[in-house]
């Protein structure tokens, strides 16, 4: 078993080493795997720099999986940088590499999903939502020390059926998020909570690919239709920070 695939089955057969490893060390192991996809992402940019003013798509497997993006979001100029399995905190330590340079004017962040998990498997529960809102701060620090014009727009912690069980706290999450991205300059909150959800009132196992964690073609259909009009009425085509 290759590195990469250790880590996408990790939490579903390594809870005891990831105990015993330590959150803070399993972080640190686990961003070593990114590397190759990190490289992969400089090479392109060396090969065809993207220009000033676009729109950075970046989070974990959800936005790497979006395979429609840039069609989706057309005529919007989208950099899809998105890495499964990354943490906010991934996000951060990646961030000088594969969103500052680009100078966006918009930034569409995607995480907190597998920081809650990692938490919950490290039986961190009472903190994980706590964690996700610090590190989101620390995430719109960083980005506004390098672009302090640029627009962060944090779409909602996604409910799945895999996970239904830690959706309690990841709802935490999102409201932490969404109140203080409502008292603070430049940060946006989008919801798209109500999406996931049938007329029921249950997750909605139609929008997931058989994993029941990952968004199908149609769960990001409900996406695009709620982002795009967000980011169409925000972006200032050409715009320098």
Not at 1 to 24: R, S
Not at 100 to 125: C, Q, R, S, T
Not at 164 to 177: E, G, Q, S, T
Request: glycine share 8%; proline share 6%.
């Amino acid at each position: 078993m290759t590195m990469k695939q250790h880590h996408v089955h990790v939490g579903l057969d390594a809870t005891p080493w990831f105990k015993a490893l330590g959150f803070a060390a399993f972080s640190r192991v686990t961003r070593r795997l990114w590397n190759k996809e990190i490289k992969a992402f400089e090479r392109q940019d060396r090969a065809g720099p993207p220009g000033p003013g676009k729109i950075v798509f970046t989070g974990s497997s959800t936005i790497a999986r979006w395979n429609t993006l840039e069609q989706d979001m057309a005529p919007l100029t989208i950099i899809r940088r998105g890495f499964g399995g990354s943490t906010i905190r991934d996000v951060i330590h990646y961030a000088n590499r594969i969103i500052i340079p680009y100078k966006p004017a918009i930034i569409v962040l995607y995480a907190g999903d597998n920081d809650i998990f990692f938490k919950h498997k490290f039986g961190m529960d009472a903190r994980a939502a706590g964690d996700c809102l610090r590190d989101f701060q620390a995430f719109v620090d960083l980005v506004h020390g390098a672009l302090p014009g640029a627009t962060i727009h944090f779409v909602s912690i996604k409910p799945s059926p895999s996970r239904a069980n830690l959706w309690p706290m990841m709802a935490d999450a999102n409201a932490r998020i969404k109140d203080y991205a409502a008292s603070t300059p430049c940060i946006h909150y989008i919801d798209t909570t109500n999406a996931m959800f049938d007329v029921n009132g249950q997750i909605n196992k139609n929008l997931f690919k058989h994993d029941m964690l990952h968004l199908n073609d149609d769960g990001y259909a409900r996406w695009a239709a709620i982002i795009k009009p967000v980011l169409a009425a925000a972006h200032e085509p050409g715009r320098e920070l």
